[in-house]
């Protein structure tokens, strides 16, 4: 604007904002090029450029961009599939096995009777005394 000779604070907003009258076009966005004055991301030339060389048929294929030149097959994939149910399985089974064992292990602590209680006879004053042992003289 400076370089144009325009001043912005002495006109009003619609003055600054709008088309200028003489045809000019106001700034534009490209989302490869950012803000221009010559084009909007629709009319960007390289950019649909580059979409048609992607959409391109170079490669045999179809409207839904899938390729119709396919010479081989993912065989992993399937593998991996089986081999991810085998999984599951074996951690199922393994969760039972875990879970059963839980359960017999409650079984087994409510089979079990409790231990009888014993009395215990502690020793008198007079049992200990008889017991200690006088040392002898040298």
Do not use: Y
Not at 50 to 57: I, S, W, Y
Not at 118 to 125: D, E, L, Q, T
């Amino acid at each position: 604007m400076d370089r144009q000779g325009f001043d912005p604070l002495g006109h009003t907003p619609m003055e600054v904002v709008p088309n200028d009258s003489n045809g000019l076009k106001g700034l534009h966005h490209c989302m490869l090029h950012g803000n221009n004055n010559t084009h909007d991301t629709s009319e960007c030339k390289t950019l649909q450029a580059q979409a048609k060389k992607l959409k391109g048929n170079n490669g045999g294929s179809n409207q839904n961009g899938k390729s119709h030149n396919k010479s081989w097959k993912n065989k992993a994939k399937g593998e991996t599939d089986d081999s991810k149910i085998e999984l599951a399985t074996l951690v199922k089974k393994a969760t039972q096995l875990i879970k059963q064992q839980e359960l017999n292990a409650i079984e087994l602590t409510t089979k079990v009777e409790p231990v009888k209680k014993r009395k215990v006879k502690w020793p008198s004053a007079e049992d200990l005394k008889e017991e200690q042992v006088l040392p002898i003289p040298v």
